[in-house]
């Protein structure tokens, strides 16, 4: 494994990291889930920044302040909606991992959480989903050595897990 790589489980707002990646919707409105956990535990600087952005394409990114978190910033990600999988939504959630990196890259952003996106409300297979973040956060790390610490932030025991065993801790 990748050393570069961690495995925790965690609410994502309380860790001390240079970005914390949202599962944000298209409208960058806030939500429940994790967006909202960000969202309310963040203050309304986050919002208020999202608003001025206006919009983020499905696969894409785009980065805000952390308001009150003790994150840097926070990277706004809009996951695939699970839709049966012939929907492109493959290519889609590696897109969210993809851009988050090159985005967290661009701002000169080493130590970046990612929940497991679409994996919640989103109903992306589990499985599947963490199949797809592992092989595009791994790709990126070798080709980045700017990227400090990559952490996949497992909130429910079952994404834990399925984490800890492709990564065989
Ligand atoms: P999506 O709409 O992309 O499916 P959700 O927020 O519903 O987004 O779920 C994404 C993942 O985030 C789920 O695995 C959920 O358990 C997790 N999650 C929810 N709250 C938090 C939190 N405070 N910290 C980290 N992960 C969280």
């Known amino acids: 494994m990748n050393k570069n790589l961690e495995v925790i489980q965690a609410d994502i707002t309380k860790l001390e990291v240079d970005a914390v990646v949202n599962a944000a ?52 990600t809009v996951g695939p909606v699970w839709n049966g999988g012939n929907k492109n939504e493959a290519d889609l959630l590696a897109g969210c991992y993809l851009h988050s990196l090159e985005l967290a890259t661009e701002h000169g952003l080493r130590t970046i959480a990612f929940p497991n996106i679409s994996t919640g409300v989103y109903g992306f297979p589990k499985e599947k989903a963490a199949d797809i973040a592992i092989k595009v956060v791994n790709e990126y790390l070798q080709q980045n050595k700017n990227m400090e610490k990559v952490y996949f932030v497992c909130f429910d025991e079952e994404n834990k897990q399925l984490y800890e065993k492709r990564l065989s801790l």
């Open 25 to 76: 919707n298209r409208q960058l409105k806030g939500g429940g889930g994790v967006d909202g956990a960000i969202h309310r535990a963040g203050g309304p600087e986050i919002m208020e920044e999202c608003r001025k952005i206006g919009s983020c394409e499905t696969g894409q990114a785009v980065i805000t302040t952390a308001g009150d978190l003790p994150a840097e910033r926070v990277i706004h």
